[in-house]
């Protein structure tokens, strides 16, 4: 490589390691531990919020039909409206 050639990611070698992998192994500064620590508290639990996980959600992958919703109008001006033809 020439000394004019901007450095890239073959040139830094942030390339290195299979996928998935961490090559920067230095500890985390104590503004990016509060940020780890924030965002793990964060996180909590999901189970049991999924909709897909629910009873209802069994029955309609039974059936092959939508889940239950609430519904109606959406009131952004953009509800159709449906008519017989020829009426």
């Known amino acids: 490589m020439t000394e ?3 450095d890239s990611a073959m040139a830094t070698g942030s390339d290195a390691g299979q996928p998935g992998e961490h090559g920067d192994r230095r500890p985390l ?3 990016e531990e509060a940020v780890r620590e924030a965002l793990e508290q964060d996180a909590g639990s999901a189970e049991g919020r999924f909709p897909e ?3 209802a959600a069994g ?3 039974d059936d092959e039909t939508p889940l239950p919703a609430e519904g109606g109008e959406q009131g952004d001006g953009l509800t159709p409206r449906f ?3 020829g009426e």
């Open 4 to 6: 004019n050639a901007p």
């Open 29 to 31: 500064g104590s503004d």
């Open 53 to 55: 996980e629910s009873e």
């Open 59 to 61: 029955r309609a992958a």
């Open 83 to 85: 008519e017989a033809p």
